[in-house]
């Protein structure tokens, strides 16, 4: 599942652009700014819908699609189209800016083929694309960064989520569990405050009940009143379990509960005094804010030693890695000693921030007091019929979400909020007072307190039979919540084993992938360098509890950070060779393309024959490559390769008419020509020097020429053009035809006698592009398009006989001639 066929119209800074793709792949190259990267992006793009260039840290918040489309053109006019070939089957499909969520299949298929898809999550994970940056980031980011990109490219991003997901459900059910059993204590203490309240009432005497065991014994005391047997447990029966029922009990209100008081009270001093003071407190914060607008260094200083301390804490836990970007530090104690002497140059921050936090604490002392007050009464409310009451229960109910929502959100800003930010910023003191001291509120709370009072009255005389109703309606809560705590314990239970299960089965698979990415890691950085470079050379490549770790020898036996010991080249051929290991172990077959933007920026021209000899002949033949280079000497040395064939050469980019290109590898003459047409004689003829040298070059390859002895970085035209042409004489002169060879006698002959005049040719007309490389004034005055382009026909005619114009391929020699993918040329 290949890429055959692509078209982009509107998109980034390309206007129009459509060209096909061999099945290894093409190769684009030109300067900064002209195009090439927009061309891989489109391919995101289309398989995605996004670009991730565009998208998350240090992107702001603009939003993508205005900087994907063109400027100034409509999002429905920006697009990208592309066919893929699946052996002799083409899907072709379409994604539009204005409409990235869908992806149209132009083809005759009701759905996506499932090598397709695959394709798509490769590239949503960003199995298949690495771009310069990302080439240093393999080798130079913290492990937990380093980890994050790794679960993503070894396909256990699915995996790191469900153990992300195992860990969350046991945090959050540990949670649960605590919350329950602050609901236990409080429904316990209502319990037993029942017996004590109640029956210390009834017999003037003062009775503690601090246990179950008290409660038992309390219960058995005035069920002996009624004559009736004793209960062994709290649990056997109900409390009233065979004692009549008085003729005047009638069941028990809500907020029949003398542990009430404080509630209440707290609410009367919200609305007396208390909001009144919480606002006041926050007007106060945010006259204090107003001397940090003017100064910015004041305000970060600020936000910063918020970070600072948390990060001092988690220092131990940490170290030697940085608690905030997990960076190793090879000395903690240097970490934590800047960590401290940033703290004290913003000790004049500190002392302001805690002006601000005593504000803050303030606030947040008086809201969660009513919050919590809010809570407790709605909890009252919880699991009652509203209409088997006659106050208006709902409206209380509602009063009290209402404003325990407003003020859950006040708190959150409070506590996890910017710190120099005030709650509702937005809001004036009148409208946070109408959210926060509502009328409807005030009027339910005194509601409330007077049915509360009016049920205290009726308890001061109630019967034994009374209490122990009342005391067996707050027990069966109580219990409730204890076999709540029983079953979520055995949830927790569960959800461990299978957390910890997970992780195990997890951990040994991920430490096997990691093996076998570092083994084919070094098999690739080591085959990129010289025995010498490379000698007792070893990588380190695993898991820790905070991502992956990854160090390389140096000539020694321990293990360092790559940038700490290996030149920026060597980092970017780690990269690069991290990145194809990774791509080999866990793509394998599945993976089809990759997309290299530019990824070997900072390697020499020592290693750069290594490394294009890595990718045109041998990864080429697994994945089809699609790359882009600035660099025209690194072009050149991709060009001779097995599989890279395809170069389309970027010139520039115009705002209005978009990128200006030249697929040159079948017709290396479209800049020529450009340059030609529009009479700049320089440009044409330095193009016709590079293309004469790079045919010569690969055909010196193809048909294996001898070469002066030395370093081929400093070959040049005169060398290759020597050396492929004294190639072919000789097998000219060897040269036979039959039926079997494309070429008759006829042929054969007139191709003997072009080549054997090439030398001469060469000779005559080597000056004028040699000459007018450089601007000459004399030249630029005499010399035209026309007469360049007689010079450069010479060259034209040799890669006629390098280059088959049938089947688009490099014709090369070997056991029984001279051929191409069309057949044998002819015979020697």
């Given at each position: 599942?290949?890429?055959?066929?692509?078209?982009?119209?509107?998109?980034?800074?390309i206007?129009?652009?459509?060209?096909?793709f061999?099945?290894?792949?093409?190769?684009?190259?030109?300067?900064?700014?002209?195009?090439?990267?927009s061309?891989?992006?489109?391919?995101?793009?289309?398989?995605?819908?996004?670009?991730?260039?565009?998208?998350?840290?240090?992107?702001?918040?603009?939003?993508?699609?205005?900087h994907?489309?063109?400027?100034?053109?409509?999002?429905?006019?920006?697009?990208?189209?592309a066919?893929?070939?699946?052996?002799?089957?083409?899907?072709?499909?379409?994604?539009?800016?204005?409409?990235?969520?869908?992806?149209?299949?132009?083809?005759?298929?009701?759905?996506?083929?499932?090598?397709?898809?695959?394709?798509?999550?490769a590239?949503?994970?960003?199995?298949?694309?690495?771009?310069?940056?990302?080439?240093?980031?393999?080798?130079?980011?913290?492990?937990?960064?380093?980890?994050?990109?790794?679960?993503?490219?070894?396909?256990?991003?699915?995996?790191?989520?469900?153990?992300?997901?195992?860990?969350?459900?046991?945090?959050?059910?540990?949670?649960?569990?605590?919350?329950?059993?602050?609901?236990?204590?409080?429904?316990?203490?209502?319990f037993?405050?029942?017996?004590?309240?109640?029956?210390?009432?009834?017999?003037?005497?003062?009775?503690?009940v601090d246990?179950?065991?008290?409660?038992?014994?309390v219960?058995?005391?005035?069920?002996?009143e009624?004559?009736?047997?004793?209960?062994?447990?709290?649990?056997?029966?109900?409390?009233?379990?065979?004692?009549?029922?008085?003729?005047?009990?009638?069941?028990?209100?809500?907020?029949?509960?003398?542990?009430?008081?404080?509630?209440?009270?707290?609410?009367?001093?919200?609305?007396?005094?208390?909001?009144?003071?919480?606002?006041?407190?926050?007007?106060?914060?945010?006259?204090?804010?107003?001397?940090?607008?003017?100064?910015?260094?004041?305000?970060?200083?600020v936000?910063?030693?918020?970070l600072?301390?948390?990060?001092?804490?988690?220092?131990?836990?940490?170290?030697?890695d940085c608690?905030?970007?997990?960076?190793?530090?090879?000395?903690?104690?240097?970490?934590?000693?800047?960590?401290?002497?940033?703290?004290?140059?913003?000790?004049?921050?500190?002392?302001?921030?805690?002006?601000?936090?005593?504000?803050?604490?303030?606030?947040?002392?008086?809201?969660?007091?009513?919050?919590?007050?809010?809570?407790?009464?709605?909890?009252?409310?919880?699991?009652?019929?509203?209409?088997?009451?006659p106050?208006?229960?709902?409206?209380?109910?509602?009063?009290?979400?209402?404003?325990?929502?407003e003020?859950?959100?006040?708190?959150?800003q409070?506590?996890?909020?910017?710190?120099?930010?005030?709650?509702?910023?937005?809001?004036?003191?009148?409208?946070?007072?109408?959210?926060?001291?509502?009328?409807?509120l005030?009027e339910?709370?005194?509601?409330?307190?007077a049915?509360?009072?009016?049920?205290?009255?009726?308890?001061?005389?109630?019967?034994s039979?009374?209490?122990?109703?009342?005391?067996?309606?707050?027990?069966?809560?109580?219990?409730?919540?204890?076999?709540?705590?029983?079953?979520?314990?055995?949830?927790?239970?569960?959800?461990?084993?299978?957390?910890?299960?997970?992780?195990?089965?997890?951990?040994?698979?991920?430490?096997?992938?990691?093996e076998?990415?570092?083994?084919?890691?070094?098999?690739?950085?080591?085959?990129?360098?010289?025995?010498?470079?490379?000698?007792?050379?070893?990588?380190?490549?695993?898991?820790?509890?905070?991502?992956?770790?990854?160090?390389?020898?140096?000539?020694?036996?321990?293990?360092?950070?790559?940038?700490?010991?290996?030149?920026?080249?060597?980092?970017?051929?780690?990269?690069?060779?991290?990145?194809?290991?990774?791509?080999?172990?866990?793509?394998?077959?599945?993976?089809?393309?990759?997309?290299?933007?530019?990824?070997?920026?900072?390697?020499?021209?020592?290693?750069?024959?290594?490394?294009?000899?890595?990718l045109?002949?041998?990864?080429?033949?697994?994945?089809?490559?699609?790359?882009?280079t600035?660099?025209?000497?690194?072009?050149?040395?991709?060009?001779?390769?097995?599989?890279?064939?395809?170069?389309?050469?970027?010139?520039?980019?115009?705002?209005?008419?978009?990128?200006?290109?030249?697929?040159?590898?079948a017709?290396?003459?479209?800049?020529?020509?450009?340059y030609?047409?529009?009479?700049?004689?320089?440009?044409?003829?330095?193009w016709?020097?590079?293309?004469?040298?790079?045919?010569?070059?690969?055909?010196?390859?193809?048909?294996?020429?001898?070469?002066?002895?030395?370093?081929?970085?400093?070959?040049?035209?005169?060398?290759?053009?020597?050396?492929?042409?004294?190639?072919?004489?000789?097998?000219?002169?060897?040269?036979?035809?039959?039926?079997?060879?494309?070429?008759?006698?006829?042929?054969?002959?007139?191709?003997?006698?072009?080549?054997?005049?090439?030398?001469?040719?060469?000779?005559?007309?080597?000056w004028?592009?040699?000459e007018?490389?450089?601007?000459?004034?004399?030249?630029?005055?005499?010399?035209?398009?026309?007469?360049?382009?007689?010079?450069?026909?010479?060259?034209?005619q040799?890669?006629?006989?390098?280059?088959?114009?049938?089947?688009?391929?490099?014709?090369?020699?070997?056991?029984?001639?001279?051929?191409?993918?069309?057949?044998?040329?002819w015979?020697?």
């Amino acid at each position: 599942m290949r890429i055959h066929k692509i078209h982009i119209r509107n998109f980034r800074g390309i206007r129009d652009f459509e060209t096909e793709f061999r099945r290894s792949g093409a190769l684009f190259y030109g300067p900064n700014g002209a195009g090439k990267s927009s061309v891989l992006q489109s391919i995101e793009f289309l398989l995605t819908g996004c670009v991730r260039d565009l998208e998350g840290s240090g992107t702001g918040r603009q939003d993508p699609e205005k900087h994907i489309r063109h400027r100034g053109v409509d999002p429905s006019e920006s697009w990208v189209t592309a066919t893929f070939l699946d052996g002799g089957e083409e899907i072709k499909i379409k994604r539009t800016v204005g409409n990235s969520d869908q992806l149209e299949i132009v083809s005759d298929h009701s759905t996506l083929p499932s090598k397709l898809k695959t394709q798509q999550t490769a590239m949503r994970l960003s199995q298949n694309r690495l771009s310069r940056d990302e080439v240093l980031d393999f080798v130079t980011t913290s492990p937990g960064s380093r980890g994050d990109a790794l679960n993503e490219i070894l396909r256990v991003q699915n995996t790191e989520d469900k153990r992300k997901a195992f860990a969350k459900a046991v945090s959050d059910q540990k949670s649960q569990i605590d919350s329950l059993q602050d609901d236990l204590k409080k429904q316990r203490d209502d319990f037993y405050d029942a017996l004590e309240d109640t029956v210390s009432n009834k017999t003037d005497n003062q009775v503690m009940v601090d246990a179950d065991s008290d409660a038992l014994e309390v219960i058995n005391t005035l069920r002996s009143e009624y004559e009736v047997s004793s209960l062994s447990e709290l649990d056997e029966k109900e409390f009233t379990a065979g004692i009549t029922k008085p003729t005047s009990y009638s069941r028990t209100h809500p907020l029949d509960r003398g542990d009430l008081r404080s509630e209440f009270e707290v609410l009367e001093e919200w609305f007396s005094w208390e909001g009144e003071m919480a606002l006041a407190d926050r007007q106060k914060l945010r006259d204090k804010l107003e001397e940090f607008e003017q100064n910015s260094e004041l305000r970060r200083d600020v936000r910063a030693q918020n970070l600072l301390e948390q990060g001092e804490e988690l220092l131990t836990e940490f170290e030697p890695d940085c608690p905030l970007c997990l960076y190793t530090w090879d000395d903690a104690t240097e970490l934590r000693e800047r960590i401290e002497k940033r703290q004290d140059s913003a000790s004049h921050a500190e002392e302001l921030r805690g002006e601000i936090d005593d504000l803050r604490d303030e606030q947040l002392e008086r809201i969660k007091e009513v919050q919590n007050a809010a809570n407790t009464l709605i909890k009252v409310f919880e699991d009652e019929d509203p209409e088997s009451y006659p106050q208006p229960i709902a409206q209380w109910t509602r009063e009290l979400g209402t404003i325990e929502a407003e003020l859950r959100e006040y708190r959150k800003q409070l506590e996890a909020g910017d710190v120099l930010e005030v709650p509702f910023p937005s809001l004036g003191r009148e409208e946070l007072t109408a959210k926060l001291l509502t009328a409807d509120l005030e009027e339910a709370v005194v509601e409330m307190k007077a049915q509360w009072e009016s049920e205290q009255e009726g308890n001061e005389g109630m019967s034994s039979y009374r209490v122990l109703a009342v005391a067996y309606d707050r027990f069966s809560r109580y219990s409730e919540i204890q076999e709540d705590i029983k079953k979520a314990e055995e949830v927790l239970s569960t959800l461990e084993t299978v957390n910890n299960e997970f992780r195990t089965a997890r951990q040994r698979h991920y430490d096997r992938t990691l093996e076998k990415i570092r083994e084919r890691f070094e098999e690739i950085y080591c085959d990129l360098h010289t025995d010498e470079e490379v000698k007792d050379f070893s990588a380190d490549l695993k898991s820790t509890d905070h991502g992956v770790k990854f160090r390389t020898s140096f000539r020694d036996s321990d293990t360092h950070r790559p940038n700490l010991v290996y030149s920026e080249g060597h980092q970017d051929s780690m990269g690069l060779a991290l990145f194809l290991a990774m791509c080999e172990v866990v793509g394998g077959e599945e993976l089809e393309f990759l997309l290299l933007d530019d990824v070997v920026t900072s390697i020499d021209a020592a290693h750069r024959s290594a490394i294009a000899n890595l990718l045109g002949n041998d990864i080429g033949g697994d994945f089809q490559l699609i790359m882009t280079t600035h660099d025209k000497v690194w072009a050149r040395r991709l060009r001779t390769t097995k599989y890279i064939q395809n170069t389309i050469h970027f010139a520039d980019c115009k705002f209005q008419a978009g990128v200006h290109h030249s697929e040159d590898i079948a017709n290396p003459w479209g800049m020529i020509d450009y340059y030609l047409d529009r009479n700049e004689i320089t440009a044409a003829a330095a193009w016709g020097r590079k293309t004469a040298e790079w045919f010569c070059s690969k055909g010196c390859e193809q048909f294996g020429a001898e070469l002066p002895y030395g370093n081929r970085e400093n070959l040049g035209l005169q060398d290759y053009f020597d050396g492929i042409v004294g190639e072919l004489e000789f097998l000219l002169e060897r040269g036979d035809v039959d039926d079997e060879t494309i070429f008759g006698e006829s042929e054969l002959s007139d191709t003997d006698e072009m080549v054997g005049n090439l030398r001469r040719l060469k000779n005559e007309h080597i000056w004028g592009l040699n000459e007018n490389i450089h601007y000459n004034e004399e030249f630029e005055a005499s010399y035209s398009p026309d007469d360049l382009r007689e010079d450069i026909a010479v060259f034209d005619q040799l890669y006629n006989v390098l280059h088959c114009p049938n089947c688009n391929n490099w014709r090369q020699h070997g056991r029984d001639g001279v051929y191409c993918s069309c057949g044998t040329i002819w015979k020697t």
